[in-house]
């Protein structure tokens, strides 16, 4: 089950799915010309979830930047294994 926990169109919105899925929020901040989008995915459990989500989202995040700017995007399973990869080995230090 879903349920939105915050909103304030145009600039925030925070919602939860399904069970141990945590919470993400979403906010844009205007930025002269530009706009800042900020993803912040809390409550997540143990460092295999939290590098497994943080490569998903950045992976994403990555093809939306490039079709911004309408650059042909990576293709996502194999940037996510890269970032994946390299979460673990951030996580693994901290």
């Given at each position: ?91 693994a230090t901290t």
């Amino acid at each position: 089950m879903s349920r939105i926990t915050a909103c304030d169109p145009p600039s925030l919105l925070s919602y939860t799915w399904g069970q141990d899925c945590g919470e993400v929020t979403f906010e844009l901040t205007p930025q002269g010309k530009n706009v800042l989008l900020v993803v912040t995915h809390r409550r997540l459990g143990d460092r295999g979830t939290i590098a497994s989500v943080a490569a998903g989202w950045h992976a994403h995040l990555g093809i939306l930047a490039d079709r911004l700017i309408d650059r042909k995007p990576q293709g996502f399973w194999s940037t996510y294994m890269r970032l994946e990869a390299d979460y673990e080995k951030r996580l693994a230090t901290t």
